[in-house]
C-alpha cells in the first residue's frame, strides 16, 4: 500500500479529505511532497499515523494531547506517556460516575412515569 492519494489515505483510516486536511494543518500529519509528473502521494506510515490519531482520540485524548503524544513516541518518555493515560483514566472515570447519576435518574422518572397517571408526566416535567 503505497503511493496513495488523499482519497486513498482518508478511506484507509476511516475518515473524510477534508479530516486528512485538518490533521495536516493541526500539524499532526505531514502533507507529502509533490512532485510535477507524480503529484501528492502518501505512504504507509502515513495511514499508520493516522489510524494512531483516530485510535487516540476513540479514547478521549485531544488533538494537542495526540500532538504531545506523537512527540513522546520518539523520545520513548514513558513516564510521561503513563501521566497522560492516568490522567485520561480520571476524567474517565469522572465522566462514568456523571453518565451513572444521569441513568439513574432518567431510570426513576421512566418509572415514575409509568407509575403516576395522573399530572403531568414526570420526565417531561423534570426538564423544565
Same mark, same amino acid.
Not at 485524548?61 to 506523537?70: D, G, M
Not at 447519576?101 to 407509575?115: G, I, Q, T, V
Given at each position: 500500500?503505497?503511493?496513495?492519494?488523499?482519497?486513498? =489515505?482518508?478511506?484507509?483510516?476511516?475518515?473524510?479529505? *477534508?479530516?486528512?486536511?485538518? #490533521?495536516?494543518? $493541526?500539524?499532526?500529519?505531514?502533507?507529502?511532497?509533490?512532485?510535477? /509528473?507524480?503529484?501528492?502521494? #502518501?505512504?504507509?506510515?502515513?495511514?499508520?499515523?493516522?489510524? #494512531? !490519531? &483516530?485510535r487516540?482520540?476513540? /479514547?478521549?485524548?485531544?488533538?494537542?494531547?495526540?500532538? *504531545?503524544? !506523537? /512527540?513522546?513516541?520518539?523520545?520513548?518518555?514513558?513516564?510521561?506517556?503513563? /501521566?497522560?493515560?492516568? *490522567?485520561?483514566?480520571a @476524567?474517565?472515570?469522572v465522566? !462514568? @460516575?456523571? =453518565?451513572? *447519576?444521569?441513568?439513574?435518574?432518567? @431510570? $426513576?422518572? @421512566? $418509572?415514575?412515569?409509568?407509575?403516576? &397517571?395522573?399530572?403531568?408526566?414526570? !420526565?417531561?416535567?423534570?426538564?423544565?
Open positions: 500500500m503505497s503511493a496513495l492519494r488523499i482519497s486513498d =489515505l482518508a478511506r484507509a483510516g476511516g475518515v473524510g479529505v *477534508e479530516t486528512v486536511r485538518f #490533521y495536516q494543518r $493541526k500539524g499532526l500529519l505531514d502533507a507529502p511532497s509533490s512532485t510535477a /509528473a507524480a503529484g501528492r502521494h #502518501y505512504g504507509n506510515d502515513d495511514v499508520k499515523r493516522l489510524r #494512531y !490519531i &483516530r487516540a482520540q476513540a /479514547a478521549g485524548f485531544t488533538l494537542v494531547e495526540i500532538a *504531545e503524544l !506523537i /512527540a513522546l513516541d520518539h523520545t520513548d518518555d514513558r513516564p510521561r506517556a503513563r /501521566a497522560m493515560a492516568q *490522567e485520561r483514566i @476524567a474517565l472515570d465522566e !462514568i @460516575a456523571r =453518565l451513572e *447519576e444521569a441513568r439513574r435518574s432518567l @431510570a $426513576k422518572l @421512566a $418509572k415514575d412515569c409509568a407509575m403516576d &397517571r395522573a399530572g403531568p408526566c414526570p !420526565i417531561l416535567a423534570a426538564f423544565d
